[in-house]
């Protein structure tokens, strides 16, 4: 079992390594050293909740709904574009300091919130869990199929919590104005390119 429990963390990394909403959401709470333990916490138990739910039924559920698929998607596509504009916003601010710190005295509960739409706001997140994970892990017997979704959630929990202190601890260098300004506009551009890639597939789907 536990070669299975390697290929779950193996396809976990895969999937979870590119640059998303999640991702850079850990990211910036990191650099900020604002309550990015607890933000790894949160992204690692959804990212749990959602790989259990993927690899043990739920992927039959989206498979067999293209309503709800697509209610997914658009949504996500409207979020997408919402958090890359701010992103933006935040990349050509006159004052990114004054903007940072605005920022950063943001209460735990606003934080909580945007991460919550950040993680089940994001189309992303369901293909990859209950899609991909779905589908492979579905194919698996019932004691294999622990071991795997075991393996992809301890990928969730290693690279959550990796990011987040590996940026806490390059904070000094990454809170520079123009680190700042680099990140804000990469977040920004790759929000909007996902964003338009979600709807031309959402679009392509109805042709």
Not at 62 to 81: E, M, R, Y
Not at 188 to 203: D, T
Request: hydrophobic fraction near 55%; aromatic fraction near 12%.
């Amino acid at each position: 079992m536990l070669s299975v429990y390697f290929q779950g963390f193996a396809l976990g990394v895969a999937l979870i390594l590119p640059l998303g909403p999640q991702n850079a959401f850990v990211l910036n709470q990191g650099i900020r050293r604002q309550y990015h333990l607890m933000t790894a916490a949160i992204c690692t138990l959804s990212d749990i909740v959602l790989i259990c739910a993927g690899v043990f039924g739920g992927s039959a559920l989206l498979n067999q709904s293209p309503l709800l698929l697509n209610l997914v998607t658009w949504g996500g596509v409207a979020f997408l574009l919402w958090y890359g504009w701010g992103a933006l916003r935040a990349a050509f601010s006159a004052n990114i300091e004054l903007t940072s710190a605005a920022i950063k005295q943001q209460s735990r509960w606003r934080i909580l919130a945007t991460l919550a739409a950040v993680t089940w706001l994001n189309p992303h997140v369901y293909l990859d869990t209950f899609v991909v994970l779905g589908s492979l892990g579905g194919q698996l017997p019932q004691e294999a199929r622990r071991w795997f979704a075991l393996g992809t959630a301890s990928a969730s929990l290693f690279w959550f919590f990796s990011l987040a202190l590996l940026a806490a601890w390059l904070s000094p260098r990454l809170s520079t104005q123009g680190a700042q300004r680099v990140i804000n506009l990469l977040v920004g551009l790759v929000m909007w390119g996902i964003a338009l890639k979600l709807a031309l597939q959402a679009v392509a789907g109805f042709q």
